[in-house]
């Protein structure tokens, strides 16, 4: 079980926060000539381990760069360490990024970042998280964390909206974790004046979701959204094909890709799902040969040749780090001070992971990602419906 308590992650965060005040170090910042130093902790093993692919995707665009000279001259010095998403871990690995390392740049993964904030804002080093909790837009109170992927409470109200206009009478289920990615996906439903009917709530990794199911169907919901990872999300789909049972399913975009939903759960059983997504599929055969993914590929067969570069979770690796890097290209100096203001000021800048037609903006969230796209499985690949929308002007990105 992954999933834990606000107190919990609440005591682990305000003891770290005093452990790395006592420090005593300059923080966030390298000497003129030396290397950028970068750290991360990801989930390498448990429940969440296939995100840790993410590692390996940011490691090879790193790898790449310095190939190719560096940043001004300056080289990336990066490396990862394992927090099996257990929030003490990931403290102990900051802890240890900040005081031993020096980093400028300490890169978390999901919810339990929460539980860094202080920590790493008490040491003055700038976060990077990639994670969809809404919790991770609150840069007034935390003004050295950024979070690099949506708020999954856009995508909520995204989804909310389209079936508010479609189906006003549709009966709608709701699964996702039993944590905070839910309750931002839910308050966007809810804003969108869609309360599921059902909301059920499951660990990561749980493969039986046949109690769940017959839940749903016994409430007749016509209509589900969820947001669940692997293995949970290719056993629903499965499941609900084989008994027959075919609401309209939305699926959640962390988790929208073919390695996550369409090979585990089978073609069949995806076709007419839809999923508002802002990055691209490796494994997508509609869009396996633009240019970017060809890099990509080309990247992490020549610097992590081990890793899994058909695992989108490594496509977001790859991009997070394109998008670190092209925050640093911009700095006056390399500190996190400089380097999260160069962030903020990133205005439509291109990136290798986003749909085509998307850009990079800094916005007054902290976040750079606000461009999605519906896009429906017809049975062989994710196809775009209709325009680009940003939920900036849209009023979703309050």
């Not at 007419?272 to 993914?293: C, I, M, R, T």
Request: aromatic letters at 8%; glycine letters at 8%.
């Amino acid at each position: 079980m992954t999933n834990y308590p606000t107190k919990l992650i609440a005591l682990v965060a305000a003891v770290a926060a005093t452990a790395t005040a006592c420090s005593g170090r300059s923080a966030g910042s390298q000497t003129e000539n030396s290397d950028i130093v970068i750290r991360a902790s990801y989930p390498l093993s448990g429940a969440l381990a296939s995100a840790g692919v993410s590692a390996d995707g940011a490691a090879a665009y790193f790898k790449a760069v310095n190939a190719a000279g560096g940043i001004n001259g300056r080289k990336i010095d990066f490396e990862v360490k394992d927090d099996a998403f257990d929030p003490a871990r990931l403290v102990s690995n900051n802890t240890e990024f900040v005081k031993k390392d020096h980093a400028t740049v300490v890169i978390n993964f999901g919810g339990i970042a929460v539980a860094a904030r202080p920590q790493l804002n008490s040491a003055g080093v700038a976060q990077i998280v990639q994670g969809g909790e809404t919790v991770l837009s609150d840069v007034k109170k935390f003004p050295d964390s950024r979070a690099f992927v949506p708020d999954i409470a856009w995508e909520g109200e995204l989804q909310g909206r389209y079936i508010k206009e479609k189906t006003p009478k549709a009966v709608v289920g709701f699964m996702g974790f039993n944590n905070e990615l839910a309750d931002s996906q839910l308050a966007g439903l809810a804003k969108a004046g869609v309360k599921p009917v059902k909301a059920l709530r499951l660990p990561p990794g749980q493969g039986d979701v046949a109690s769940q199911v017959t839940e749903l169907k016994a409430a007749k919901v016509d209509t589900l959204v969820v947001t669940l990872g692997p293995p949970t999300l290719g056993a629903l789909l499965s499941y609900m094909g084989q008994i027959d049972y075919h609401p309209q399913v939305f699926v959640g975009s962390p988790y929208a890709d073919f390695a996550s939903t369409v090979k585990p759960a089978g073609a069949a059983n995806v076709k007419g799902a839809l999923s508002y997504q802002w990055f691209k599929d490796p494994q997508n055969p509609a869009v396996h040969d633009e240019k970017a993914l060809v890099k990509y590929r080309a990247d992490m067969a020549q610097y992590a040749p081990k890793a899994d570069a058909n695992q989108s979770f490594a496509l977001t690796g790859y991009g997070l780090a394109a998008a670190v890097v092209s925050a640093l290209k911009d700095t006056k100096d390399v500190s996190s001070k400089s380097f999260l203001s160069a962030w903020d000021s990133l205005s439509n800048v291109a990136n290798p992971l986003l749909i085509d037609g998307a850009n990079l903006t800094g916005e007054s969230d902290g976040r750079l990602v606000h461009e999605y796209q519906l896009h429906e499985f017809n049975g062989t690949s994710w196809m775009p419906k209709g325009s680009i929308a940003n939920v900036s002007p849209n009023g979703i990105a309050d």
